[in-house]
């Protein structure tokens, strides 16, 4: 990495691959969801709106919504730490980045949540581990909560399959 | 479980449904229901799309509507004395949703014990001998009491 290149210019590109992932994804947008980043971490946020209500009577947000959620959390995450490695090997912006393949999102090839606790009315944050990432196939954790980190509502283990890239690599 | 009780609590569940936001949202429906079993379906929507490249439906919806029919399922038991809960699901995705076509899910529930049922589910897009996802899950699950049953 260029080590004079000036600050600007590395968070415009990676806030531009960041957003160029996320933000044409119609359904992490009905969701309300979108990813707060600090440096290469990413926090997924959810935000509480009433059509992701799945019970009414607590209220409660609908387990699908949640696993959509973390199902999302996973994807980017996974996505987003290939960019991010292929960007900080050589600096490229992010029409070159997704022209070689890097925002293709993964397959998912299952996804098992574990609902912990309800989630309630309230914003959801998520985070991902990729626990392992090999060139076709990915294993990964994410934990969700809600106004304490330490009290998750909900966490997922999914396999996917990675897109090839372009470039070979 | 008679015709009756059976019938009752369809359209208990269908009112529950219909006051469900995120059901409602997406487009859910009852299509069938019998005993221990439930079939719903969502249609084509371009607002839940995952992939903009193909329009192909994000897997996160095709669970939510398995987990929904999962969990109606629970509730269609015999023995089923609460509204019920999603502990945990596993969701296999098998191949992509066809662009524009239903998503159609039927669930069943396998096994009850007094405290969890054992649910499976498959969603396809109109072939269920193709599913384009299979889930099983564990759902909270309360046995009605004999006592009550022979009341």
């Known amino acids: 990495m260029n080590k004079t290149e000036a600050l600007q210019v590395i968070k415009k590109r990676r806030d531009g691959a960041l957003a160029a992932l996320v933000d044409s994804v119609p359904y992490i947008k009905f969701l309300g969801i979108s990813f707060d980043r600090r440096g290469d971490e990413l926090t997924a946020l959810m935000q509480f709106s009433d059509k992701l209500i799945g019970n009414p009577a607590l209220p409660a947000i609908h387990g699908g919504a949640t696993a959509s959620f973390l199902e999302t959390a996973a994807l980017i995450e996974l996505a987003?730490?290939?960019?991010?490695?292929?960007?900080?090997?050589?600096?490229?912006?992010?029409?070159?980045?997704?022209?070689?393949?890097?925002?293709?999102?993964?397959?998912?090839?299952?996804?098992?949540?574990?609902?912990?606790?309800?989630?309630?009315?309230?914003?959801?944050?998520?985070?991902?581990?990729?626990?392992?990432?090999?060139?076709?196939?990915?294993?990964?954790?994410?934990?969700?909560?809600?106004?304490?980190?330490?009290?998750?509502?909900?966490?997922?283990?999914?396999?996917?399959?990675?897109?090839?890239?372009?470039?070979?690599? | 479980m008679t015709e009756e009780e059976l019938r009752q609590r369809v359209a208990i569940a269908k009112q529950f449904m219909a006051a469900l936001p995120f059901c409602q949202a997406v487009d859910?429906?009852?299509?069938?229901?019998?005993?221990?079993?439930?079939?719903?379906?969502?249609?084509?929507?371009?607002?839940?799309?995952?992939?903009?490249?193909?329009g192909v439906v994000h897997g996160g919806a095709v669970s939510a509507l398995m987990d929904t029919c999962c969990g109606f399922a629970v509730n269609l038991h015999p023995d089923c004395a609460k509204p019920t809960a999603t502990i945990d699901l596993r969701i296999d995705?098998?191949?992509?949703?066809?662009?524009?076509e239903r998503i159609i899910a039927k669930a069943e529930v396998?096994?009850?014990?007094?405290?969890v049922a054992f649910v499976r589910a498959i969603a396809h897009d109109g072939d269920a001998e193709h599913p384009v996802a299979t889930a099983t899950g564990a759902f909270v699950f309360s046995k009605i009491k004999s006592a009550e049953v022979a009341s």
């Open chain 1, 80 to 169: 987003w730490q290939r960019a991010w490695n292929a960007m900080e090997e050589s600096p490229q912006d992010a029409e070159t980045v997704a022209a070689a393949g890097y925002l293709r999102l993964p397959k998912t090839i299952d996804f098992t949540v574990d609902y912990l606790r309800p989630g309630l009315a309230r914003d959801c944050y998520a985070r991902a581990t990729v626990n392992r990432s090999g060139r076709r196939y990915a294993s990964v954790h994410v934990e969700a909560w809600q106004d304490n980190r330490a009290k998750l509502f909900a966490q997922a283990t999914g396999h996917f399959l990675m897109p090839q890239l372009e470039t070979g690599a």
């Open chain 2, 28 to 54: 859910m429906q009852i299509d069938q229901a019998g005993v221990s079993e439930a079939t719903m379906s969502m249609p084509y929507n371009p607002m839940i799309v995952g992939d903009p490249e193909t």
């Open chain 2, 93 to 100: 995705y098998m191949r992509p949703a066809k662009p524009g």
């Open chain 2, 110 to 115: 396998y096994k009850a014990t007094r405290t």
